[in-house]
T-cell receptor, first 115, second 111 residues
Framework: GAGVSQSPSNKVTEKGKDVELRCDPISGHTALYWYRQRLGQGLEFLIYFQGNSAPDKSGLPSDRFSAERTGESVSTLTIQRTQQEDSAVYLC?????????????FGSGTQLSVL | TQLLEQSPQFLSIQEGENLTVYCNSSSVFSSLQWYRQEPGEGPVLLVTVVTGGEVKKLKRLTFQFGDARKDSSLHITAAQPGDTGLYLCAAGGTSYGKLTFGQGTILTVHP
């Protein structure tokens, strides 16, 4: 696609429910990243994928968070038993390759609100 | 863990004024990126600096990387309302893909 696509753009859920957030990276980009952005704050790293593997999962806040990527394309971030503190914008980004100077292309994010 | 501190956190100025945003850390960076983010959108990369002392210009924006690669600045000349947004610095370290972001500077340029 032309850019990184995320869905849904907005998600309102009740505390305790599970949610799935989807990211479609730019076609051909091998690296994919998930970040979280709380209101008025910078981006918090969650996880990244090199191909379909996730070498570094240390940013996931708790075991309620998980992510997978299939076919070196679509990625899904799942949050189980959502809590109010999970409310934030979840941003996905992709890059052509992976490295310290790679240009990241971000999606518009999913605004998650946990009531 | 690298910690990036941006200042100021908020900046409200009139069109035509100059401004500087700072990004500082006690750690050495392998590279540093500046992003601009508008409401409802993801951040968009403005520039990447990798060499200590490096200066890059992008129209009215000037980016500088400190000699010791621990700090950076973004200077905007003759700011315009279209420059309004959240400016974020991000540092790459030894862990590829794990960019550390600053808290951001919210810039508002009034006509």
């Amino acid at each position: 696609g032309a850019g990184v696509s995320q869905s849904p753009s907005n998600k309102v859920t009740e505390k305790g429910k599970d949610v799935e957030l989807r990211c479609d990276p730019i076609s051909g980009h091998t690296a994919l990243y998930w970040y979280r952005q709380r209101l008025g704050q910078g981006l918090e790293f969650l996880i990244y994928f090199q191909g379909n593997s996730a070498p570094d999962k240390s940013g996931l806040p708790s075991d309620r968070f998980s992510a997978e990527r299939t076919g070196e394309s679509v990625s899904t971030l799942t949050i189980q038993r959502t809590q109010q503190e999970d409310s934030a914008v979840y941003l996905c980004a992709s890059s052509l390759a992976w490295g310290p100077n790679e240009k990241l292309f971000f999606g518009s994010g999913t605004q998650l609100s946990v009531l | 863990t690298q910690l990036l501190e941006q200042s100021p956190q908020f900046l409200s100025i009139q069109e035509g004024e100059n401004l500087t945003v700072y990004c500082n850390s006690s750690s050495v960076f392998s590279s540093l990126q500046w992003y601009r983010q508008e409401p409802g959108e993801g951040p968009v990369l403005l520039v990447t600096v990798v060499t200590g002392g490096e200066v890059k210009k992008l129209k009215r924006l000037t980016f500088q990387f400190g000699d010791a690669r621990k700090d950076s600045s973004l200077h905007i000349t003759a700011a315009q309302p279209g420059d309004t947004g959240l400016y974020l610095c991000a540092a790459g370290g030894t862990s590829y893909g794990k960019l550390t972001f600053g808290q951001g500077t919210i810039l508002t340029v009034h006509p």
